[in-house]
Every structure is written in C-alpha cells, then in structure tokens.
C-alpha cells in the first residue's frame, strides 16, 4: 500500500505542477484553487486498485495543502475532482468529456486501465487538456505523437 501511495503522490505532485504552469495565466492572487480531474474505475472488476489510488491522491493533496498548498500561485489549494469509469472504456470516454466540459479541469489523471485510458486521452489531446498517465502501460498510449499526454510511469514494453 505505502508504495500505491508514493507512486499516486508522484503523480500528484507532478499534476499539480503541471496545474500550476497552466494556472499561471491568471494573476496568482486571483487563483484560490486547482481542480484535477481523476478518471479511476471506483467500481467494477478494478475497483480494489481504484480506490486505492484516489485514498493516495486524496493523501498526497491533503499533505500538500497541509503544507501551504502550491505556493508559486499563493498557496492555491488542490482540489481533487473524481470520476468512476467502471474499468469500461465508453464509460471512462464520457466521464472525460464531463470533467473537462462541465467540471473544468484544466487537468486530468488516470485511468489505470489501458482500455480506458488509450480512447481517453483522445478526448483530452482534442481538448488540449493535460493527462497524466497511471497505471495503463500500452505501449500506443504515449506514441500515437500527442502534445497533451504524459506517462511517468512504465510501458508494456519496459516489462516484457
């Protein structure tokens, strides 16, 4: 579990700066908080993992805004905005077009699994919004040449 935990609280120290550099349009007194949106199978046949890694993210965000918050935006708090897609990729499609339509993340976390998080990133890349890869390893994820996606971790590849 510690080792879920470091690895969602690099994730989300790595999303909250990439929320605070596009934060940075706004005068940095002006920005009280940074939403990020996290598409997470909360339930399904992945949920175990899921859950687990929103309690992480929701401990890393909490220990960052324990300490003061982003402080390069006076101390801009994170807000942490969740979405189940139910490990099913039509489902984890739609929750990204709600999270970055209705919900406004300027950033988006996730999806763990690759079935998700490959037609996911499309949605995010035609929006031009950040996504922040976890979990899913497919290869194709990070090499169909988008501007939007990242991947600090592992792909397939890496573990053949």
């Known amino acids: 579990m510690y080792n879920l935990i470091s690895r969602t609280r690099r994730a989300v120290l790595l999303a909250a700066g990439l929320g605070a550099a596009l934060a940075c349009g706004a005068a940095a007194a002006q920005v009280k908080e940074i939403p990020i949106g996290f598409v997470l199978p909360l339930s399904g046949g992945a949920a ?8 992480g993210a929701e401990i890393a965000a909490e220990q960052i805004n324990q300490a003061g918050g982003i402080r390069s935006l006076g101390g801009a708090k994170l807000k942490l905005i969740f979405a189940d897609s139910q490990s099913k990729p039509d489902v984890g499609v739609a929750e990204t077009e709600r999270l970055i339509q209705r919900e406004n993340v300027p950033l988006i976390v996730g999806a763990y699994n690759s079935a998700v998080t490959f037609p996911a990133t499309e949605v995010a890349e035609r ?4 996504w922040v890869v976890t979990g899913a390893v497919k290869d194709e994820i990070t090499e169909r040449g988008f501007k939007y ?3 600090p971790n592992n792909k397939a590849i890496y573990d053949a």
């Not at 175990?48 to 309690?55: E, L, R, S």
């Not at 929006?127 to 950040?130: A, D, F, L, N, T």
């Open 48 to 55: 175990t993992i899921g859950n687990q890694t929103k309690q």
């Open 127 to 130: 929006y031009k919004v950040p």
């Open 149 to 151: 996606v990242f991947r």
